[in-house]
């Protein structure tokens, strides 16, 4: 049975930075590609980010030379550094693997 737990969200300003956490169980996050994305009020889940098995990220246009994907094998944890924020930027945070989701995070940027 996979688990995803989101953390690391919360309420900011335009321009700060935060890091959002998914730590799985039952499944290796190094196995195959674990994916961010994001549902802001109102709208439909959206992609955001993605790590590959192999370490190969890609990003959303809307998040791109702002945010950073990572992993910790050790931890099994895959990691969304989030900086220069936006108002926009403000969403529940999922992150997916295996086609299992978390409850998501809450971020909320305000100008």
């Known amino acids: 049975q996979v688990q995803l737990v989101e953390s690391g969200g919360g309420l900011v300003q335009a321009g700060d930075s935060l890091r959002l956490s998914c730590k799985a169980s039952g499944r290796s996050v190094s196995s195959e590609g674990v994916t961010w994305y994001r549902q802001a009020p109102g709208k439909e889940r959206v992609f955001v980010a993605v790590i590959g098995h192999l370490g190969t990220t890609l990003y959303g246009d809307s998040v791109k030379g702002r945010f950073t994907i990572s992993r910790d094998n050790a931890t099994n944890t895959v990691y969304l550094q989030m900086n220069n924020l936006k108002p926009e930027d403000t969403a529940i945070y999922y992150c997916?693997?295996?086609?299992?989701w978390g409850q998501g995070t809450q971020v909320t940027v305000t100008s």
């Open positions: 997916n693997l295996n086609l299992n």
